[in-house]
């Protein structure tokens, strides 16, 4: 009944910490085991070697978001391929997953570009509905590249190398892009997009402007695989490299008068990431040593004889959490229960990282809890079922994605 009276509440919109930590407790409780063990996990979380790098690399990109960055981007890719049809959409979908990598918070990338491209999108003759389910769908895109806060979050979680998952999510991520790019390149020829010739001189005069900000994402993969920093130690190279290039190079921040929300925004996000992770860490060991996971593993093995099935499953199962909880809250109550499971399927960590961040970026566009619906309806003033209904054809191609990336895992893994 207790258990269930949490769930209840967690529905109605009691914050998860609480009901975490109160299912912490009294799992501890009934195993006859000492509350002050969810401590030790807090202590244990606080040693992670890498936990530094979340809050570093979210400062830099809420540093990025308030100095302009999504305009420059915007103007910048529009230069780049706005001279194609659906070039405008092209160049939002490029967009929206530069700047989703670093923020970390599809919210962000939903209210900082959507204001900028749906006015954009209707003045060159794109249909509503299109763009409705365009910007709502870009929302969560650049999740599995780096310095993606969820690929951190879950390689800590998990225990996978980071460094590999940022390697594994970059095919999956280009080819998602690649697939969008085309839909809204044969959408686009339906409707009139006013024309706009190439120009030499735009594009070069937008990358000036934005050669600052491009070289950001080559510093870090260049940094971290090439084998001259560590992740921890890129993370403070990025945080520091925004803040000179916003306050000293664009000037588009002040140091008075902008950095304290900044820091209040960045510790906003940090803090509910740290504390679900805290008491989440606290539960799911309480769970794994009540043996959870091989209870779950045995009934599954009576009705599952093939990874092809469990994959399958996986992904059904990994759907439905994406549409229920947020991505960070997923990724640390659920990938300690489901990680033995995979294994003993012979997956891979590193492809079963991928899958899973796949799937809760596509659980971001499904109801009942899908985020993204709930901050477009917010910003564009639409219902969540018109949103939906709008966002239906770039959810079917990313299932067909995710069905590619699931069963040929040579996407994932490219580069062993």
């Known amino acids: 009944m207790i258990l269930f009276l949490l769930l209840i509440l967690a529905i109605i919109g009691l914050p998860l910490f609480i009901v975490l930590g109160a299912g912490g407790i009294y799992a501890s409780l009934e195993s006859d085991l000492d509350p002050v063990l969810l401590i030790i996990e807090l202590y244990r979380l606080a040693n992670q070697p890498n936990l530094i790098t979340i809050p570093l690399f979210t400062f830099a990109g809420m540093v990025m978001a308030a100095g302009g960055s999504p305009n420059r981007l915007i103007k910048l890719f529009n230069a780049l391929l706005g001279w194609m049809p659906g070039g405008l959409a092209m160049a939002a979908i490029v967009s929206c997953s530069f700047f989703t990598a670093f923020t970390g918070a599809s919210g962000v990338t939903i209210i900082a570009l959507g204001g900028l491209l749906y006015p954009m999108f209707i003045k060159a003759n794109y249909s509503e509905k299109f763009s409705l389910g365009l910007l709502t769908s870009s929302g969560s895109l650049g999740l599995l590249f780096p310095p993606s806060l969820a690929i951190l979050?879950?390689?800590?979680?998990s225990g996978t190398s980071i460094d590999e998952l940022f390697l594994a999510g970059i095919l999956p991520g280009f080819i998602l892009l690649v697939m969008l790019s085309l839909y809204s390149y044969k959408s686009a020829l339906v409707w009139h997009e006013p024309p706009h010739d190439f120009s030499i001189i735009r594009l070069i005069t937008s990358a000036n402007e934005t050669k600052w900000d491009i070289f950001l994402p080559i510093l870090i993969v260049i940094g971290i695989f090439g084998g001259f920093v560590?992740?921890?130690e890129a993370a403070a190279v990025t945080a520091a490299y925004a803040l000179f290039i916003e306050t000293v190079i664009y000037r588009e921040i002040n140091l008075k008068r902008d950095l304290p929300k900044i820091?209040?925004?960045?510790?906003?996000?940090?803090?509910?990431?740290?504390?679900?992770?805290g008491v989440a860490m606290g539960l799911t060991n309480l769970l794994i040593d009540t043996q959870l996971p091989s209870k779950l593993l045995s009934l599954i093995e009576s009705h599952i004889d093939s990874q092809l099935q469990f994959l399958l499953l996986l992904n059904i199962f990994l759907l439905a959490i994406g549409a229920m909880m947020d991505i960070f809250s997923?990724?640390?109550?659920?990938?300690?229960?489901?990680?033995?499971?995979?294994?003993?399927?012979?997956?891979?960590?590193?492809h079963l990282g991928i899958?899973?961040?796949?799937?809760?970026?596509?659980?971001?566009?499904?109801?009942?809890?899908g985020i993204n619906l709930f901050i477009a309806s917010q910003r564009f003033g639409k219902d969540i079922l018109t949103l939906f209904r709008s966002a239906l054809p770039f959810l079917s191609?990313?299932?067909?994605?995710l069905l590619m990336i699931s069963y040929i895992p040579v996407l994932t893994l490219w580069w062993r």
């Not at 990724?331 to 590193?350: E, H, K, N, S, T």
């Not at 191609?397 to 994605?401: A, C, E, N, Q, S």
């Open 230 to 232: 560590t992740i921890t």
């Open 330 to 350: 997923a990724i640390v109550v659920v990938v300690p229960l489901i990680m033995p499971l995979a294994l003993r399927y012979q997956i891979d960590p590193v």
């Open 397 to 401: 191609i990313m299932l067909i994605w």
């Open 355 to 369: 899958l899973f961040l796949a799937n809760l970026e596509i659980g971001y566009m499904t109801p009942p809890v």
């Open 263 to 277: 820091l209040v925004d960045t510790a906003t996000l940090v803090g509910s990431i740290l504390i679900i992770l």
């Open 153 to 157: 979050l879950y390689g800590i979680v």
